[in-house]
């Protein structure tokens, strides 16, 4: 691994933990409100970081988190498009 990617794995992790945090909101429905107020720009933000990291060929980053967790994040959010915070994807239905 290259010095100048030290850093990187703090931020992986800290990107898992966004994840999960997202899935166990949209889990527990008395926090759907509380995940419609996450822009959708968080998510997309966790899923370029790790694209990128995966791209820049550091893969063996994520070997140091449950990056299950993130994919299983991906499809609740998936499932609960109508909660997503954002103009494009809102539902009139609410979460």
């Known amino acids: 691994m290259f010095q100048h990617w030290a850093p990187a794995a703090s931020s ?41 990291v995966v791209r820049m060929g550091e893969a063996a980053l994520l070997a140091s988190v449950d990056i299950g967790g993130c994919g299983s994040a ?11 915070s954002s103009a494009q994807h809102r539902t009139t239905s609410g979460c």
Request: proline share 4%.
């Open 74 to 84: 991906v499809q609740w959010t998936g499932i609960h498009l109508h909660c997503v």
């Open 12 to 52: 992986i992790q800290f990107a898992v933990l966004e994840a999960v945090w997202i899935q166990e909101l949209l889990l527990d429905p008395e926090s759907h409100a509380a995940f419609a107020a996450i822009p959708e720009y968080v998510v997309a933000d966790v899923a370029t970081w790790l694209t990128f």
